[in-house]
């Protein structure tokens, strides 16, 4: 199983999300920026490490949602959210197509990569819950 840690990166109302490229597996769908741990690292240290090789910002992890397993064809994954601060730097596109910074309301016009599904439902509800 391929643990896969990913950011919710909450700005002013409005929440990060990217877009894979041609290059990359699941090519073109979105997704919440991160990726896969590696041998030794806690969730916190790889989803830091990845949000700063992709995107060149920092973030800083503060509440884990609970993660989503999704079988694709040649590998099963489990994504591991965490809703994280932006803690600084200027956003560049170092893996990624696109990025956006999108309301709760446009989360769902979004073409995501399958495992993230459940996870913008579980964002979406708490967002609704925060009032
Ligand atoms: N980062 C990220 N990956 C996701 C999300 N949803 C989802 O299904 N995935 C899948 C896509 C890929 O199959 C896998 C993550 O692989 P990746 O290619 O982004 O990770 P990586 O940068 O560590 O990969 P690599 O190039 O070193 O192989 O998880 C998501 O919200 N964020």
Same mark, same amino acid.
């Given at each position: ?16 999300? #990217?877009?894979?490229?041609? $290059? ?17 690292? #806690?969730?916190? $240290? ?11 910002? *920092?973030? $800083?992890?503060?509440?884990?949602? @609970?993660?989503? $397993? ?5 590998? #099963? ?20 197509? +696109?990025?956006?910074? +999108? #309301?709760? *309301?446009?989360?769902? @016009? ?11 439902? +579980? ?9």
């Amino acid at each position: 199983m391929i643990e896969v840690v990913c950011a919710i990166v909450e700005q002013h109302g409005r929440v990060l999300l #990217t877009q894979r490229s041609e $290059q990359m597996r699941e090519s073109m769908l979105w997704e919440f920026p991160g990726g896969k741990l590696e041998a030794g690292e #806690t969730e916190h $240290q790889g989803l830091v490490r990845e949000i700063k090789e992709e995107l060149g910002i *920092d973030v $800083q992890p503060y509440h884990r949602l @609970d993660p989503v $397993q999704h079988p694709y064809p040649n590998h #099963t994954i489990v994504l591991i959210p965490y809703l994280s601060h932006y803690n600084g730097g200027v956003i560049s596109l170092l893996e990624h197509r +696109a990025y956006r910074w +999108a #309301t709760p *309301d446009e989360l769902a @016009d979004f073409n995501w990569c399958p495992a993230d599904v459940l996870i913008v439902e +579980a964002y979406l509800e708490l967002v609704k819950n925060r009032g």
